[in-house]
């Protein structure tokens, strides 16, 4: 008896833990969707209305549209997405064709320093990025590459790379090599086994790695606000400046969160499996 009510405590704490795990999550973007969606007399009423009464879709058509015609606010929120897209996903493909040889030779490859080489690759992310925000503006500045795409993409490599081989690893390390053995035996080279063998079994691996890059690079903002000014402007930033004689804009800053928030969340759910496989099979060998 005893040791039954102590199961049902157990599991009653554990659901109250997790929900309450899931209103601290949730509860903030739940308030952005619904301030996107609001007045801005309901949302400064007295006591607060938590459900407003009035639904309108102004805040998202201000971003795009004023009275009819597009506004110079709109061209440069479609530029601004624009230029996250292009980075995000270069940044992301980039990422994985340079991390993914790299963390495959650090998993099956024993090479003088190869211990070393992780180590000082995981070592240089405990810097704090404001860190390095100088010099990377120096060598920006002297390559010409402030204010543009490739600049940004660079910079993304220097977070993201390793993040892209640290995962990589662990997940080609949990794949018996004995599988690549018996394909070097009847002739393929190393490198046939790793795109024929070893890559079509890490697919789940490669998708949550890819999901996670994408998702660094799209939510990035201190690197972007400092090393663009408009040409290669990202949503983020932009969302940041939205202000007026009046002061912050708060319900077009919402509209304008909800939708730079779609990409990442349906990248998410859409590969939700393969990133929750991919987490699970990459942590044990």
Request: proline share 4%; glycine share 6%.
């Given at each position: 008896m005893a040791r039954g009510l102590k199961r049902l405590l157990q599991g009653v704490l554990l659901y109250v833990a997790v929900l309450l795990i899931v209103i601290w999550t949730i509860a903030p973007y739940t308030w952005l969707v619904i301030s996107s969606l609001?007045?801005?007399?309901?949302?400064?009423?007295?006591?607060?209305?938590?459900?407003?009464?009035?639904?309108?879709?102004?805040?998202?058509?201000?971003?795009?549209?004023?009275?009819?015609?597009?506004?110079?606010?709109?061209?440069?929120?479609?530029?601004?997405?624009?230029?996250?897209?292009?980075?995000?996903?270069?940044?992301?493909f980039t990422c994985l064709m340079l991390g993914?040889?790299?963390?495959?030779?650090?998993?099956?490859?024993?090479?003088?320093?190869?211990?070393?080489?992780?180590?000082?690759?995981?070592?240089?992310?405990?810097l704090p990025p404001i860190a390095i925000v100088v010099p990377m503006y120096v060598i920006l500045r002297r390559l010409g590459l402030l204010d543009t795409h490739l600049g940004l993409i660079l910079v993304y490599w220097s977070f993201i790379l390793p993040l892209v081989v640290w995962l990589m690893r662990s997940y080609f390390a949990a794949i018996p090599s004995e599988l690549e053995d018996a394909a070097r035996i009847d002739g393929c080279t190393?490198?046939?086994?790793?795109?024929?063998?070893?890559?079509?079994?890490?697919?789940?691996?490669?998708?949550?790695?890819?999901?996670?890059?994408?998702?660094?690079?799209?939510?990035?903002?201190?690197?972007?606000?400092?090393?663009?000014?408009?040409?290669a402007k990202t949503l983020p930033v932009l969302i940041g400046?939205?202000?007026?004689?009046?002061?912050?804009?708060?319900?077009?800053?919402?509209?304008?969160?909800?939708?730079a928030s779609i990409p990442p969340?349906?990248?998410?759910?859409?590969?939700?499996?393969?990133?929750?496989?991919?987490?699970?099979?990459?942590?044990?060998?």
């Open positions: 609001s007045y801005k007399v309901d949302l400064l009423t007295v006591p607060l209305r938590w459900i407003p009464s009035r639904i309108t879709l102004e805040n998202y058509r201000s971003l795009f549209f004023a009275r009819g015609s597009t506004t110079a606010n709109a061209a440069l929120f479609l530029l601004s997405l624009r230029n996250s897209s292009i980075i995000a996903i270069a940044s992301m993914v040889p790299s963390a495959y030779a650090l998993a099956r490859l024993k090479f003088p320093g190869s211990n070393v080489y992780m180590v000082l690759m995981m070592a240089a992310q405990l190393r490198l046939g086994a790793l795109f024929r063998i070893v890559l079509p079994l890490a697919g789940p691996g490669l998708v949550s790695v890819m999901v996670f890059a994408f998702i660094a690079a799209w939510n990035e903002y201190l690197y972007a606000f400092i090393y663009t000014n408009i040409n400046e939205f202000s007026t004689k009046l002061g912050l804009e708060y319900l077009r800053i919402a509209a304008a969160g909800v939708l969340v349906v990248l998410a759910l859409i590969f939700q499996r393969f990133i929750i496989h991919g987490l699970t099979a990459g942590a044990v060998k």
